[in-house]
């Protein structure tokens, strides 16, 4: 049995007997939470047992826990974290690593608790000072090389708990100003520019199972174009970055895209993405793209599955030693063995 190419959210804490059936008869390649979805730790059990149960297989469920702004699930129920720049900018580079390993590792341990085994993290965008909030906290830093090895450590904890990790935004996001759920970002760096600083943090990360595109405007190779719906930047996605995972789109209903929602979604796939991302829910929306796109090919379903056998058994921690290394290195304690 083939997939179809999207990822889908639902619209609450269960689902209703609408949503049952059209799941049941699309097969979404996966689907994605968000806080409207997420109440408690039991309901959320049920709602992905619920998930998988009416389409049949183990599909993965995916959700955005960065900890710091982006953080779906809340305190006081699950642990909450500084963003990410604050604590990377603060520590030596070597700290930084071990931190944001212990951090996603714990993360990881919570998402399996709840039937979550997929997080879009790590970014890799590269922070700057005219990056738009709405990113800017929640990248690792400044320098590709940093980014990319703090990044390295947050998709093998990830990896370590059993949790598939996304990379994102590929192939950046952090030099624009402008929020992409609000309007086009545009990139006025060169390619050669790009090849020294943007691209190469994601160069480094490529082997990352899953990927997500960013819906950027870079003009010096695609005048008309974001990434998403740029078979050129696509193409430079697959060749120069050198990423063979499995590539989604980001939210296809963020105002940054224009056009038809079923035109953004053949758009996307002609492109060249794998996997159509959709997040809010509305069945409409979610039948036209189904429409637009269809199910995988045998090619793409071998990528598909290739990406989901990433998965690893998770290994046995002590979760509470997680959390008191972290606070231990979060402080940056002298004494402490890395």
Known sequence: MNYGRYIFGCAGTRLTKDERAF???????????FTRNLKNKSQIRKL???LRATVGYFAPVLIDQEGGRVQRLEHPEWQEWE???????????????KVMWLRYRYIASELMDLGIDTNC?????LSSDTTHPVLKNRCYGTQPEAV??????VAEACL???VLPVLKHIPGHGSTNKDSHEELPVCQKSLEDLKISDFVSFKSLNAIPLGMTAHVLYPAIDPDNPVTTSKGLVDIIRSHIGFDGLLMTDDLSMAALGGSIDSRARKSVEAGCDIILHCNGEIPEMATIVKAVGF???SLQRRS??????????EDVDTEKLLKDYSMLADFKAGFKL
């Open 23 to 33: 799941f049941r008869d699309v097969k979404p390649f996966g689907f994605i939470l």
């Open 48 to 50: 992905t047992d619920e």
């Open 83 to 97: 963003p990410p720049l604050d604590i990377c900018n603060r520590l030596p580079l070597k700290v930084a690593k």
């Open 121 to 125: 993290v790590p970014i890799a965008d």
């Open 148 to 153: 990319a090895a703090i990044a390295k450590e």
């Open 160 to 162: 370590h708990g059993g």
């Open 296 to 298: 995988m090919d045998d």
């Open 305 to 314: 599955e290739k990406a989901l056998n990433s998965r690893q058994k998770p």
